[in-house]
């Protein structure tokens, strides 16, 4: 294998730290949290099987026990339309959960 010069090589270390685009800014009771401008892979993927709830809190990582302190009810009609929001923050043509 030929050894790779730094022009061949697409580097992702400075992709992260462009901050590519804003966060996505939702309220829910009240609060503000923020879902990340570009969504690990690993928790759309919790998304693509079902897995809501694992998914939200990977994707709100430190917000998640003031999101669950929340006493506002987080119906599957919230769910739906605030991700649909996220998607379209996203630029994405179809919907995280299938």
Not at 64 to 89: D, E, M, N, V
């Amino acid at each position: 294998m030929a050894k790779a010069t730094p022009s061949d090589v697409f580097d992702l270390d400075a992709l992260a730290a462009d901050a590519l685009a804003a966060p996505f800014r939702f309220r829910h009771g009240g609060q503000i949290f923020e879902l990340p401008a570009d969504p690990d892979v690993f928790a759309v993927g919790k998304f693509a099987s079902g897995r809501n709830e694992q998914a939200m809190q990977d994707l709100l990582g430190d917000q998640w026990p003031a999101f669950l302190a929340i006493r506002q009810p987080f119906g599957l009609s919230r769910f739906k339309r605030l991700f649909l929001a996220y998607q379209t923050h996203l630029g994405l043509e179809s919907d995280l959960g299938g």
